[in-house]
């Protein structure tokens, strides 16, 4: 049977918690820094707060990002994806969809719910 050490998984989740620094809401899943915080953001939250690795069921090890109250919104569209980037090394660490899809209007406010990230277990 396989088997990954939680300190293997923990390492990789690790990064997210330790140089992630940027959220933006995305009008399409974003490939690419340069797209998750120019062409396909529609607003940002910084700093943002992620919680070190801790147990995901069934299996694996997860981080959860932090309840947002307060994003900027920065462009009109619909927010279908988040993205979370590492503005120091212009790094795209990790993307999703949204649980529900967003309207969102330029010079607005955004929230979004705490959420989690995950790598399940062997």
């Known amino acids: 049977m396989p088997f990954i050490a939680d300190r293997v998984l923990d390492l990789g989740l690790s990064v997210l918690d330790t140089e992630a620094n940027r959220l933006d809401i995305c009008s399409s899943e974003p490939a690419a820094y340069a797209a998750a915080t120019g062409s396909a953001s529609l607003g940002n939250k ?39 980037t590492d503005t120091a090394s212009s790094r795209l660490l990790a993307t999703g969809s949204l649980s529900a899809s967003q309207q969102v209007t330029n010079g607005n406010t955004f929230t979004l719910g705490a959420f989690d990230i995950g790598i399940p277990g062997a």
């Open 46 to 84: 910084t700093p943002l707060s992620i919680g070190t690795p801790a147990a995901r069921a069934p299996s694996g090890r997860r981080v959860t990002v932090a309840a947002i109250a307060d994003g900027t919104v920065t462009a009109t569209g619909t927010a279908t994806h988040w993205a979370i």
